[in-house]
Nanobody
Framework: QVQLVESGGGLVQAGGSLRLSCAAS????????MGWFRQAPGKEREFVAA????????YYVDSVKGRFTISRDNAKNTVYLQMNSLKPEDTAVYYC?????????????????????WGQGTQVTVSS
């Protein structure tokens, strides 16, 4: 079992920045990949970014490349999403998720169906 708790969401003007955090507990954090997803009203949950257990591999959806950065601190059991140059279309509830399908997986998945544990979500609202 893994428990995930997100924080850091809020209201920000377009062009601003936020850093989301996701604290994990329950299993050895340093052995599994992590992902960030988001869901806007009336839309399906979509992949945003993922990071492997060692941080050796990272992936991003095209719409956030160059603006968002995913990172992790295995000593603190925490994964981060630094979001810069925010746009109104980034408005959504952001979720972190853990992939426990295989430890030490070199390439983290990007599909929602491959993640087994989810946080409760944190709201990010970007005003124009």
């Amino acid at each position: 079992q893994v428990q995930l708790v997100e924080s850091g969401g809020g209201l920000v003007q377009a062009g601003g920045s936020l850093r989301l955090s996701c604290a994990a507990s329950g299993r050895t954090f340093s052995t599994y990949g992590m992902g960030w997803f988001r869901q806007a009203p009336g839309k399906e949950r979509e992949f945003v970014a993922a990071i492997s257990w060692s941080a050796g591999s990272t992936y991003y959806v095209d719409s956030v490349k160059g603006r968002f950065t995913i990172s992790r601190d295995n000593a603190k059991n925490t994964v981060y999403l630094q979001m810069n140059s925010l746009k109104p279309e980034d408005t959504a509830v952001y979720y972190c998720a853990a992939d426990l399908s295989r430890i030490y997986r070199p390439y983290p998945p990007t599909a929602t169906t491959e993640y087994h544990y989810w946080g409760q979500g944190t709201q990010v609202t970007v005003s124009s």
